[in-house]
């Protein structure tokens, strides 16, 4: 399994001299692209060693280095080695690029990515809403976006349960009940 | 509810009453994570029926609305809707941690804390997840209520329909819904 690793590694620097590739951890190999190259760098990854299914498009938000970072799943139903290409964007003002073209399942995975990130592809102008109705705010999913807060403001608490504190015995003293002896010890102070 | 001279149900409502307890409608129709404690509950192991609790297709055929679990913003859009479609009386059961307080999705961006202020719960189970044999316990609870004549949630909501609609539009924002009249 590691030496075809290796092979696929050793390849793809050959094949993709522009793109650092690093073997990551078990089983998975890992390539940098720049945006620039991306949806070259994928179809070439398509056509010629075979990795012909997208698994998944997945975001991270880098805020420290006000940056997103894509990372494209790819499957090779032969060689059954899993590769990450990763490319990273401006976060303010940014733009991916729509792989549509080769993989058609990625729209919902740039829809989503479009809700949750707030960020736009080309290509894939005005998607329709994939999960959220009506949302005015923040994208939700950005680390900038306060979801506590979000939630204190716009839903109600129950009084009394704003907090993580314990309150069975406030319920089990409401019907008389005692609480078994087995669940005192995990009783929050 | 009618209530005769003596401050107690009149022998009409306890007939009334006596068929609506032992003939539960429930919709079949699940939110979150709770709707797959009900195929154990209706089926042979617990066997709900015996209680004339039934599942039915359609709001217009059903009494009881069973919300089993955390409800999005979205979801609860048709949530209400399909409670106003359901015909008198009607009944709601708040089913899990996540309809009393919001459960662990407390500090969630997208999903209701406490379900009572959007309309009215005559039962609420609590646990995540309860197991068949609190949710049937929650629905001799219910007919309890109705024997005694207090599960009437539906009452108040067409008296404070107000106060439950304003609560309901803070949340939706987009309100594109027929509005009923009672």
């Known amino acids: ?189 | 509810m009618e209530i005769n001279d003596k401050d107690t149900l009149t022998i009409v409502e306890h007939i009334k009453n006596f068929a609506r307890r032992h003939s539960l409608f429930v919709l079949a129709y699940g939110t979150g994570c709770g709707a797959i404690e009900i195929p154990p509950t209706m089926t042979s192991r617990y066997d709900a029926e015996r209680f004339g609790i039934v599942g039915r297709a359609t709001p217009r055929q059903a009494d009881v609305l069973l919300i089993t679990g955390y409800l999005s913003v979205k979801t609860l859009k048709r949530v209400i809707r399909t409670y106003e479609q359901m015909q008198d009386p009607k009944y709601v059961i708040g089913f899990g941690s996540c309809t009393i307080n919001g459960g662990m999705y407390w500090d969630s961006y997208n999903t209701i804390k406490v379900l009572d202020q959007y309309m009215p719960v005559d039962v609420y189970i609590n646990g995540c997840m309860p197991r068949p044999e609190s949710v049937i316990s929650g629905f001799i609870k219910l007919q309890q209520l109705i024997k005694a004549g207090k599960a009437d949630g539906w009452k108040k909501y067409q008296e404070n329909l107000d106060w439950y609609r304003a609560n309901q539009k803070k949340v939706i924002k987009n309100w594109n819904m027929p509005d009923y009249n009672w």
Request: charged share 30%; proline share 5%; aromatic share 10%.
């Open chain 1, 1 to 189: 399994m590691s030496d075809r690793i290796q092979d696929l590694q050793k390849s793809l620097s050959e094949g993709l001299p522009q793109c650092s590739v690093e073997i990551r951890r078990h089983g998975g190999v890992e390539l940098i692209s720049s945006k620039e190259n991306l949806v070259g760098v994928l179809a070439y990854l398509r056509e010629h060693f075979g990795y012909r299914h997208l698994s998944h498009i997945s975001c991270v938000d880098w805020l420290e280095q006000n940056q997103f970072e894509l990372v494209y799943i790819l499957w090779n139903y032969e060689s059954r080695i899993q590769l990450f290409v990763k490319v990273r964007l401006a976060r303010v003002n940014g733009s991916g690029i729509s792989v549509r073209h080769l993989w058609p399942q990625a729209d919902t995975y740039e829809r989503e990515i479009a809700e949750m990130y707030g960020l736009p592809f080309d290509g894939n102008e005005n998607p329709r809403e994939l999960i959220l109705e009506d949302w005015d705010n923040k994208p939700p999913m950005r680390r900038d976006f306060d979801t506590r807060a979000y939630s204190k403001e716009a839903f109600y608490d129950r009084p009394g349960r704003e907090d993580a504190k314990d309150v069975r015995s406030v319920i089990s003293g409401r019907s008389g009940e005692e609480i078994p002896e087995i669940a005192i010890p995990y009783t929050r102070k």
